[in-house]
């Protein structure tokens, strides 16, 4: 009978998270980029890294967590020109999350941030960029999910990127 017990328990313990529970959130994510014609830069792979704050929310209109992000895109080749160019993306997003008791949670982002081009070219210049996106988490455990994301990138001038990404998250803090 104890075994049942702490089966049970383990069980209860691997249910869905809910995201006012835990205060803090870091995830890590991989992908691929998708550029416009305007920036004249191949789609490439990228990775990156997400803290979030989460907040106790009791409607979906309020906002679920204020995330810092950063992505990176390394070896991101103008189009027939022998020069490659790396873009560092920092950011901040609130995201909303439909509250729900499903281990699927899907959840919107509005943000913007500041990009970096290691070789300037075409109209791709450091600046300022603003995002619009949404993802899917999928809860493993009360405090490890994955995730997959997908947000669109404006930094003017027809200069639009499209970055998909698959991670996991670890969700922390009482």
């Known amino acids: 009978m104890k075994r049942v017990f702490a089966i049970a328990l383990l069980a209860v313990s691997l249910e869905a998270a809910d995201h ?19 920036t004249h830069l191949d789609d490439d792979w990228s990775f990156g890294f997400r803290y979030n704050y989460n907040m106790e929310t009791y409607s979906m209109w309020e906002p679920g967590a204020f995330q810092f992000a950063f992505d990176y895109m390394w070896s991101d080749s103008y189009n027939n020109v022998a020069l490659d160019t790396s873009v560092t993306r920092f950011g901040t997003n609130i995201l909303w999350y439909a509250d729900n008791d499903s281990d699927i949670t899907p959840f919107l982002m509005v943000g913007g941030g500041l990009q970096f081009f290691s070789e300037e070219r075409n109209g791709n210049e450091d600046g300022l960029f603003g995002t619009l996106g949404g993802g899917v988490e999928y809860q493993l455990r009360g ?4 995730m997959a994301e997908s947000k669109w990138m404006y930094a003017g001038s027809g200069h639009e990127h499209l970055l998909t990404n698959f991670g996991m998250k670890y969700s922390f803090g009482n």
């Open 143 to 146: 405090d490890f999910s994955v």
């Open 20 to 38: 006012s529970l835990y205060n803090h959130s870091v995830e890590i994510v991989g992908g691929y980029g998708f550029d416009s014609s305007a």
